[in-house]
Structure formats: C-alpha cells, structure tokens
C-alpha cells in the first residue's frame, strides 16, 4: 500500500514549551514570595493586591493551569500526532487552543489579585473565565478526537486512554462545579449552598489532581520514559488494569477532604474507602513506570532526562501512598488543616508535575531543535538543586504539621488546654517557614538554570520545521474482532467506545455521591434558629471572599474535644444552608473562625484588622489598612439579596426594599461601639483633620469597608446557642 506523506505541527509544541517556562517562574515566583510573608507578614504592607490572601489563588492557579497546564498541551500536542501517525486535526484549532488559554492566565493573574474570585480552591475564577475554559477545552478535545479519527494507527496507545480521560473528566468536573448565577459581570454566587457546595467543591478539588496533574502525566510518562530511554513500556496488561482501575476509583475520593466535618457520615466513609483501594492502581503506574527502565538504570545514572523522571515517577508513588493513608480518620484528625498538607501537595506538585516537566523539556527541545543539550552539567545542576530543593521545603513543613497537631490536641492535667492562645503554635514553627522558603528558592534557581540552558540549545540549534514524515492510510475494518484480538485491543481501534466507557466510568462515583446529597433533604437537617444574613453582613462576607481571608482561617470546627475547648460547639449541617458559597477553608495559619461572632467587640476586630500585631503579638497576620480607607459599595446589595432568592435565601420583599436603611442601621451601632475606645476616637478625628486640610469630602466610618467585615464576623456562629 502507497504510504502518505504529512507533516507533524511543532510549533505548537513549541509554543506551549515557551509558555510552560514562562508561567513556570512566575508561578513559582509568587510561591516564594507568599513563603517570605510567613516570616515578613508586612511585606507587602498596604497594598491589596499583593496580600497574601489575593496572591495565594494566584499562585495556585499559575502552577496548576499556566506551568503545568501548558506542559500538558505541550506533551499532548507532540505525542499524539507520533501515536497516532496523523497531523493535529486543525491548525487552526491548535492556534485558538495555545492563544485561548494564555488569555486565560492573563485574565486570571489580573482578577485574582484585584480579589475578583469565587473563593472555591482550584476554581477561584469568575464566571466569564469559567466559560472561556469551558470553551477552549473543547476546542482542545475536538482537535484531539478529530485527529483520533482521521489517524493512521489501528490502535490507541495507552498515553492516548489517559489523553481522552482527561478531556472528559476535566469537562465534567469544571462545569458542575462552576455552576453559578451571576450578580454582574464579575461577581456570581455558587448554585450549591454551604455542605452541598463542600461537596461537590472537593469532588471536584480533589479530581482536578487526579485528572489534570495525574492522569494526563501518566500518559506523559507511557510516552517518555520509554522514549528516553528506549525500552517497551514494562507490562501492557498492567496498564490496562492501571487505566480502568484509577479513573473508577479517583472519582470517589474527594469527600476524604472532608472527614469530621458537617458532612453526612456515609458520604465520609464512602470516600475513605475508595481513597485507600487508590493505593493499587496509582502503584500499579508507578511500578509501570519505574520497571519500564530495566535494563537502562547505566544510563539513567548519566542521563539528566531519566534522573528527572525518575524522581518524578518517584514521587508519584510517595504522593499517591500518603494520599491514601491521609484520607483514614485517625491520621486525617491529625494532620488536616495543618501544614502537613502543604508538604504533600507540593511533594506531588515539584517532584511528579514539576521534575516530569523538567525532564520533558529537556528531551523536547533537542528534538524539536535538532541538536544536542547545551550542557550535560547545567541540567545536571538543575537537577541536584530541585531535588534538594524538594526536600528542604517539604521535610520542614511535615515537621511543622506535626508540631501543630500535637500544640493544638495537649490538655494539662485540669482539663484546660496547655496551648490556649493559637498564636503560641505559630510561633514554635517559623524555623520551618524560613526552611521552606530556603527550599523554594533553591527549586527556583534551579528553573531559572533550566531557562539558560535550554536556550542556548534553542539559539545552536536549526530554525523549527515541521517534521516531515509518511504511514499508510488507516484501512477500516468491518465490524467483528480480529482473529487473536483481545477485547480490549478492540476497544483500542474505536476510539468513541472507549470515550463512552471511560464517561460511565467516571460518571458513577460522581453521581452516587452528589445527587443523594443534593436531592435528599434529611442529609442536610435545618435548624430553625438560622437565619440569612442581614444585608450589611452579606456584603462584609464578600470582602472576606474578596480578601482570600478562606486560605488561612477554616470555618470549620470538628467534634473534636481539642477544637470544641478552644472554639466551642463543633459545625453543624443546618448552619451553612444560606452559604453561598461554603467557607469551610483547608488551612489553619489562624484560627477558626466559625464561632467568633461576639467572641471580642467591635473595636478588637477594628483593631485587628489595621496592625494585627497591636490585638495579637507575635501574629503572622498581615495589615488591612485598606478596608478602613474603601468606602463599601452597595450599588449591587439589592441584586446580591435577589439572586440569593433565586438560590432558595428567603429573603423578603420588603428586606430587599428596605436593604439600605438596613445596613445603615447596622453599620451605625457598630460605628458608636468603636467610638467607646478612645484610641479610635483619636485616629478617627485625625483622619477628619488630614481630610478637611487636604480639602477633600470626609467619608463616615459607616460607610467603610471595615464596618460591613466586623458585622460578619459578629454573626458568625451565633445562629445556634452555645455554652
């Protein structure tokens, strides 16, 4: 049969190479700095968009979707057309791909920091960002699926399951999560309300990792590795059970995030299971992987390519033991909400994502260029300072995760708790955070090391051409199996079988455990004492949102004695019917925060909010001072309330009408509250003098942003009697 010659696209790959540096710096850049605010609080001191509570979401977002998203197209965009024999279906679609989700991140890095967000981990970005990444990740599966259609290769390699699993699965995830009605163009509340909205935020946080940071690496890895090191992937039946396994179970997992909250029992346990037979399958790659270098392990030592993908199928299988063994509940009460956690995530995050990234650059360039790496020794470099790099940041922080467990649980001998002031565990770990941001630095020279010398590879190398290539076309099959094809050989040479297959699988834990805890009202009991919140907390609850305020305090307490002794009642179910959306948090820098309302007066949280350090000292807790500076805007309070309606807050007619006299009502106690402490008396009066000096109109502390924050956080947790 006469073979076909095309030409396979680079230069998308190259693009996406580009970016993935790019936005790898940045990112990580801005991880650095927010790893200096735990030891400099202040550094950034008054400006808002540099807060640590804005920076946080942008740094997340930056990592995820710009370094490794762009690492992801770019492997995805290579290894198709190579599996597949086939140029990417439209150029025209690479293009709107690459040039839409950079537009994306752009949009991202300038909402985020303005407090522009949704508050919901992984998926801060607003409604219209929503859409727009809806809409250029089907740009990407239409070009995917139609390159799978018009391919020139019987079969799918295994890399090309975990490409269509995570095409589908993303799409799923991101739609119902995302869901949300609009207020204006840039502010919309979640449909879901306070536990049903945990739910399906942490069904969807927790399979963001499994089906944007794991399964399209997987499939990286079953291209690569045997690519770097020339040899078969180790066992084809194992990736066959390593495939169907992981995206059955993954789906189930994300309620470990949520164990001893206010979440229903069964949905608790339902996801401890799963998340323990995750171990099986996430090992089963692992082995896959690593086995796939038999044979080589003489090159692996000489090889920069290989020791870099070797620490990160390494670290793939850490990340996916601890994550595992985190989700069983004596281990969860110990290390949730701690900085445990922060080292696992980001031991997944360097080692699996970063170094599999790394050692795809360095495989990639010098093909795409046609030339050999710059050096051998720089990314040799770069290699011993990331790992390194790893480990500095992530031992220090394991450290710290169980300091603070063991602070937060001791009672002396009279039942009272020996740490009592929360600050008292913050102090005892900032060694730590001075080690971690040691570690960081180090994985970022290390980066900056890798950008030199990959472009001087790129600046010896020949000017980038698609490369030419030929196969015979694909000769269609009647239907029936081929003599000596397994069944799943079949289902690899139709492509839309194994899409609908892999859409039920993922389908059924999603479905399980979302629609019984939507639809069945007694999973989420009410109490009658709880009512919505007044007009002027409403919007204090959006400055706490808009301030990140969500990525240091929980709002959460567990039926744990510790945690009942320290905050009081533990949460329950009934008191977030009106959230939306949740505020549960994963991270306590600070305190909880659910039972703070009338814990300390009016003039404790002004105070507070302008110099921390004046109310708390020795806290790690950044300035305010701008909520005293913003006059609040309720131009939108009204339509804030009538969505809330929409959304099942029953909120009265004549409470909307009336919502402006409401709030100054409110906001007019507290001001005469605060005029009882004469410090305030004495700064207040001196902002007056500097305004009538300056000539310009002096607004009243009733109309500041401060004064709406105060009214929310005196409501919280005061719906329900406690002792």
């Not at 770019?74 to 040039?99: C, E, H, P, T």
């Not at 708790?417 to 020279?445: C, K, S």
């Amino acid at each position: 049969m006469e073979k076909e010659q095309f030409y396979y696209d680079n230069k998308v790959v190259k693009k996406f190479i580009y970016a993935t540096m790019f936005w790898g710096l940045i990112g990580m850049s801005v991880g650095l700095l927010l790893a200096l605010m735990f030891v400099f609080p202040n550094i950034t001191k008054g400006v808002s968009w540099l807060s640590f509570g804005r920076l946080r979401p942008l740094h997340t977002n930056a990592v995820i979707f710009a370094f490794i998203g762009n690492a992801m197209f770019a492997g995805v965009y290579y290894s198709l057309q190579r599996l597949l024999k086939a140029r990417m279906f439209s150029d025209l679609l690479s293009k709107i791909n690459f040039w839409g989700w950079q537009a994306i991140i752009v949009a991202a890095a300038i909402t985020l920091p303005l407090g522009i967000t949704s508050s919901k981990e992984y998926a801060e970005l607003e409604w219209p960002i929503d859409i727009a990444i809806a809409l250029i990740w089907v740009v990407f599966g239409i070009n995917m699926i139609g390159t799978i259609l018009k391919r020139r290769e019987r079969h799918l390699y295994v890399a090309i399951w975990f490409y269509l699993g995570t095409f589908v699965t993303v799409a799923v995830l991101h739609i119902f999560n995302s869901l949300a009605l609009p207020v204006s163009f840039l502010k919309s509340y979640s449909v879901y309300a306070g536990v049903q909205d945990a739910l399906v935020q942490w069904w969807y946080g927790h399979n963001a990792v499994a089906f944007f940071l794991t399964t399209p690496f997987l499939g990286l890895m079953y291209y690569f590795v045997p690519k770097a090191a020339n040899r078969p992937v180790y066992s084809y039946r194992l990736s066959i059970v390593h495939f169907w396994s992981l995206i059955f179970i993954y789906i189930w997992a994300g309620p470990h995030h949520l164990l001893y909250t206010a979440l229903p029992d069964w949905a608790q346990n339902l996801g401890v299971a799963f998340s323990v037979m995750l171990i099986a399958p996430s090992w089963g790659g692992m082995i896959n992987g690593l086995l796939t270098l038999r044979g080589a392990w003489d090159k692996v030592r000489v090889d920069p390519v290989l020791k870099f993908m070797v620490v990160a199928i390494t670290g793939y299988g850490m990340a996916t033991f601890e994550g595992p063994m985190l989700s069983l509940k004596n281990v969860n009460a110990i290390a949730h909400f701690s900085d445990w956690i922060i080292a696992h995530v980001h031991v997944g995050a360097l080692a699996w994502n970063g170094f599999l990234t790394f050692g795809m650059i360095y495989w990639l360039v010098p093909v795409l260029f046609k030339t050999k790496l710059q050096s051998i020794k720089l990314a040799n470099i770069h290699f011993w300072l990331g790992t390194l790099g790893i480990i500095i940041y992530a031992f220090p922080m394991y450290i710290a995760g169980f300091v603070q467990a063991s602070m937060w649980k001791q009672f002396n001998p009279d039942g009272t708790l020996v740490y009592g002031n929360f600050l008292e565990t913050v102090t005892q770990i900032i060694p730590m955070y001075w080690m971690r941001a040691v570690g960081g630095t180090m994985y970022i020279v290390g980066a900056v090391v890798m950008l030199f010398n990959i472009s001087a590879t790129i600046k010896r190398g020949s000017e980038v051409e698609d490369d030419l290539s030929e196969a015979a076309p694909l000769q269609r099959l009647k239907k029936g199996r081929i003599l000596g094809e397994s069944w799943h050989q079949q289902l690899e040479r139709r492509p839309v079988q194994l899409t609908i297959f892999a859409t039920i699988a993922i389908l059924i834990g999603g479905i399980v455990q979302i629609i019984p805890t939507i639809m069945v009202e007694s999973n989420i009991p009410t109490i009658s004492s709880v009512k919505p919140y007044t007009p002027l907390e409403l919007e204090g609850r959006d400055l706490y949102i808009r301030e990140g305020c969500v990525g240091c305090h929980s709002q959460m307490i567990r039926p744990f004695r510790s945690e009942v002794e320290r905050y009081g009642e533990y949460s329950k179910a009934g008191e977030f019917v009106y959230d939306h959306p949740f505020l549960w948090g994963s991270k306590r820098t600070g305190p909880d925060l659910h039972r703070v309302g009338q814990k300390y007066s009016d003039s404790w949280h002004f105070n507070h909010m302008i110099d921390p350090q004046s109310t708390s000292p020795g806290s790690i807790m950044p300035s305010y001072s701008w909520l005293l500076k913003n006059t609040l805007d309720t131009s939108n309070t009204k339509g804030k309330m009538e969505v809330m309606v929409t959304l099942g807050v029953p909120y009265s007619a004549e409470e909307i009408k009336n919502a402006e006299e409401n709030m100054k009502a409110q906001a007019d106690v507290i001001a005469e509250n605060l005029t009882q402490d004469p410090s305030f008396v004495d700064s207040y009066e001196a902002a007056q003098a500097e305004a009538k000096a300056k000539g310009e109109a002096f607004v009243p502390i009733q109309q500041r942003e401060i004064v709406a924050l105060i009214a929310y956080l005196q409501r919280l947790g005061t719906d329900i009697k406690t002792k």
